[in-house]
Every structure is written in C-alpha cells, then in structure tokens.
Nanobody, 119 residues
C-alpha cells in the first residue's frame, strides 16, 4: 500500500524560509508527477507547484520566484523550498503523486502539514 508522508511544516516569521518534504513508501515502480497543493481556512485547495518525471516545473503566480519544487527519485521524495514567506502563504500544504504501483497507475495524497507565517 502506497503512503505519502509530509514533514517540515511549522511556524515561521514573515520573510523566513521553510522546507517541506514528502516521502512515498510502499511498492512503487515509477512516480510520474508530484505536486504541492495548499488550503487556507475558508478557501479552496490551490495548486502551488508541480514537477514531472522530466523535471519540468510549474508554479502558481503568487509563489513564482519564492518557492522551488524538486524531487529525489532515488528516495521517492519531493521537496518544496519556500523562501520569503508571506502571511498569505499560511495554509495546510498537501503533497500529491501520480505513480505506478502494484495496483497500476493511481494518484495519492499526503495527510497535510500546517505552515503558519506570523510575527
């Protein structure tokens, strides 16, 4: 059974950095796409960043130049380096993966990690 486990969330001051990690475990043959989403209180879940198996990346406009998504294929892990954090970046961050496992190609979500930007 495939699981995604996030780590790295917490409280940070405006302007500070934070790095999120998400590790996939289980029987995995290939991970095609990773993504980070976030959901702030009272708002819909928002796509933040994506990375393909060819390392092509894409970002929502509000984080361009501040966030960087990367992946470690050997460790089945994706990262989100967040710099120059703003109060409006406060949200629960979720990782997402589209991958090939024992059951074929499916999508999976992490449990979420809270990021709070506050002075």
């Amino acid at each position: 059974q495939v699981q995604l486990v996030e780590s790295g969330g917490g409280l940070v001051q405006p302007g500070g950095p934070l790095r999120l990690s998400c590790a996939a475990s289980g029987t995995i043959f290939a991970i095609y796409n990773w993504a980070w989403y976030r959901q702030a209180p009272g708002k819909q879940r928002e796509l933040v960043a994506t990375i393909t198996d060819r390392d092509m990346t894409n970002y929502v406009d509000s984080v361009k130049g501040r966030f960087t998504i990367s992946r470690d294929n050997a460790k089945n892990t994706v990262f989100l380096q967040m710099n120059s954090l703003k109060i409006e970046d406060t949200a629960v961050y979720y990782c997402y993966a589209r991958l090939s496992g024992v059951g074929g190609i499916n999508t999976y979500w992490g449990q979420g990690t809270q990021v709070t930007v506050s002075s």
